[in-house]
């Protein structure tokens, strides 16, 4: 099996399949709801879906999800009052659509900062021993750095056709959105052009690249348990809700009579409502892990809506199974 980047990027065809077939709707609602609001975010979404390897506009891509998402609704709508949540699932499974780009870009992006430092030590070497920096640009994008040689191979096309070297490396940071190489870019454009030798410039800007990398480390080295006792308690956190409404429905389908067990519809409307306890409680633990991790509430939802998912699932799981079996050992 390959890297994530590449199992992901193997469901692009899929996705666009799935995507075509919604065209003659998805067309004109694109040209309605969004080709006119965020040119500039299209353009940029456009590049995302072409590193995802589906190959259609963003503003169709759009489109087809919010499609799905309303079929999913009119499937999950008549389901509910038998599944419960779990019958929303039809509906919340289109989103995904909108999170792939997504991180097929944050896969790309870590590859792109891990391979940034040695690339720049190939280019100091390089330039150092007499080549351009065309030349050492070029040799970068047809070595082995994966993505990075893919964005390099697209900063020596715009070279070939005149871009100057700062405009060709300040299109490659626009494109793939990294804090750490837009750092790198504006330090060296930012030096390059006031005089210092480029050689020079890129040793110093690698430097700062392998410490930057190496407080990252340490960070999520000290974070790490934390982290987990966070999802650990988001992911239980239904646990004890769970045993104790079980233990409650169960003692009174024992009983068969008496106020317990007449009580016992009110109990059964609660099952699901309670779900929500669990949902929550997994939301804000990811939503802690984002903080604490990246220093990031946005990243933390990341985290949060898979473990809140999660915490409602042990919760519904153990609800489904206490009941018979406390009311079977009594």
Do not use: W
Request: glycine share 8%.
């Amino acid at each position: 099996m390959g890297s994530p980047l590449t199992v992901l990027r193997s469901l692009g065809p899929a996705i666009r399949l799935a995507v075509l077939i919604t065209y003659p709707i998805a067309i004109p609602l694109a040209r309605i709801l969004v080709t006119r609001m965020f040119p500039e975010y299209l353009k940029r979404m456009d590049y995302l879906l072409r590193m995802s390897n589906i190959d259609v506009p963003y503003e169709v891509y759009l489109s087809a999800s919010l499609i799905y998402v309303l079929i999913g609704i009119a499937v999950s709508g008549p389901l509910i009052p038998k599944l419960g949540p779990t019958a929303l699932l039809p509906s919340v499974a289109p989103l995904y659509l909108l999170l792939h780009p997504r991180i097929v870009q944050s896969l790309r992006i870590k590859e792109i900062e891990e391979n940034l430092p040695d690339a720049l030590r190939q280019m100091v070497e390089e330039l150092r021993a007499g080549l351009s920096v065309f030349e050492a640009i070029r040799n970068v994008a047809e070595s082995d750095y994966g993505e990075l040689s893919r964005e390099f191979r697209i900063v020596v096309r715009d070279m070939d056709t005149g871009k100057t070297f700062e405009e060709a490396i300040l299109d490659m940071a626009e494109r793939v959105d990294s804090e750490l190489l837009t750092r790198a870019i504006r330090l060296t454009v930012r030096i390059s052009m006031s005089g210092g030798a480029l050689a020079d410039v890129l040793e110093a800007v690698e430097n700062d690249i392998r410490e930057v990398q190496k407080i990252e480390l340490e960070r999520k080295a000290i974070t790490t348990m934390p982290c987990l006792s966070l999802a650990l308690g988001g992911l239980i956190s239904g646990l004890p809700v769970g045993v104790a409404f079980g233990a409650t429905v169960g003692i009174a389908m024992m009983e068969k009579m008496g106020p317990t067990y007449a009580m016992l519809p009110m109990y059964l409307q609660a099952e699901y409502p309670l779900a929500s306890y669990p949902l929550v409680l997994g939301i804000l633990s990811g939503a802690a892990i984002g903080i604490v991790r990246y220093g990031s509430l946005r990243r933390g939802l990341i985290f949060g809506l898979p473990l809140g998912a999660a915490a409602a699932g042990v919760y519904l799981a153990i609800v489904s199974t206490v009941p018979s079996y406390v009311s079977g050992m009594m």
